[in-house]
């Protein structure tokens, strides 16, 4: 009933925010409610995700949370490629990466951690080293591709096909990675969240559905009320993609995680973070730069900032140093937070 409710709130709230930005309301106002929106749709595309997964098995589940649970980030950067902010794509990307990889992650140590009676907190190291290794190759291929835009070489003036090149390669290493975790995974129980996991199958698909939809025209709502409302709040739009839509994007991995590893449930929160974390860096950018193509405004691995481009390589290696022995402190998870903390405080002034 409780859950009901909650659902009942997200798609009322969804459509006072469709009903403000068809009446040309206050742009703050929009984009307010739109980005609050995002997130509890991510919490019910969520919701469905485990209902459905739990009919056919943990490979399905794991799947589909990864997949479905970007859907809203997935709009947000389709959205901002047809109108041309380029700025609000590309930092919506790295805003998921860099929430999951620190904030969330983070979160989930200290929880899991201050939970453990001996205060360390222990998990498989298979699936945060093979995270890193996709994460450092995602990496590889963003601060190549900054170091040539930076020098002015001839490979700089073909930026647009070695990103594709690179995509491509991305797509075929996660396939590849993909297909032997879920056959090595395929025995293990699923992630459990009885909570969630209540909706019949038919229920399920059709509340994926709806909020899929409701996702694409809150996304569109979002983008619109973009330039007015950060003008009226004096924020900027690196802010509002690495931080505002990265948050709200990803309320799934936020809640699940760290209330997962708060149950002392630590290899099934590291699963939740890890896999996203994992999809967004070597699916999720990858395919964007190629459906790109058929817009006017392309994107590719190349960053403006070359600060961000730092701030990836620390990343990574910092989610290796911390879960690569396959257990983590308090005090790491919160270096992780203060990462992300001190990143979002610089995109805040920029």
Not at 333 to 348: N, P, R, S, W
Request: overall charge negative.
């Amino acid at each position: 009933m409780t859950q009901r409710l909650v659902l009942g709130a997200i798609f009322s709230l969804v459509a006072v925010a469709g009903a403000l930005h068809y009446a040309d309301a206050e742009p703050v106002a929009v984009f307010v409610l739109s980005a609050v929106a995002l997130g509890g749709l991510a919490w019910a595309i969520g919701i469905g995700t485990e209902s459905v997964g739990a009919h056919f098995g943990p490979a399905a589940t794991g799947v589909l949370q990864s997949t479905l649970g970007n859907l809203p980030e997935l709009f947000i950067v389709l959205f901002s490629l047809a109108a041309g902010e380029i700025v609000v794509a590309q930092t919506s990307i790295l805003g998921s990466l860099f929430a999951n990889a620190l904030l969330v992650l983070g979160l989930a140590i200290v929880a899991g951690a201050r939970q453990a009676e001996d205060g360390v907190m222990r998990f498989q190291s298979r699936l945060p080293n093979d995270t890193a290794t996709l994460l450092l190759l995602a990496v590889f291929i963003i601060v190549l591709l900054g170091l040539s835009d930076e020098v002015g070489d001839r490979a700089s003036q073909h930026q647009v096909a070695i990103s594709s090149i690179g995509a491509v390669c991305l797509l075929g290493v996660y396939a590849a990675w993909l297909w032997g975790y879920l056959r090595t995974r395929a025995s293990e129980p699923a992630i459990e969240q009885q909570a969630h996991a209540v909706l019949g199958l038919r229920i399920a698909i059709v509340l994926l559905a709806v909020a899929g939809v409701a996702a694409a025209f809150v996304s569109d709502w979002f983008i619109d009320a973009l330039n007015p409302a950060v003008e009226a709040l004096g924020i900027s739009k690196a802010f509002t993609g690495l931080v505002i839509v990265a948050i709200a994007g990803n309320a799934v991995e936020n809640v699940v995680g760290v209330t997962l590893a708060a149950k002392g449930q630590a290899d099934l929160a590291i699963s939740v973070v890890k896999n996203s974390v994992a999809q967004i860096a070597v699916f999720l950018y990858p395919a964007l730069v190629l459906l790109s193509l058929f817009f006017t405004e392309r994107l590719t691995f190349v960053l403006s900032n070359p600060v961000y481009i730092g701030a990836l390589a620390i990343m990574a290696l910092a989610v290796w140093q911390v879960t690569g022995d396959g257990q983590a402190v308090v005090f790491e998870g919160m270096a992780l937070v203060a990462i992300y903390v001190i990143l979002a405080v610089l995109a805040f002034y920029e």
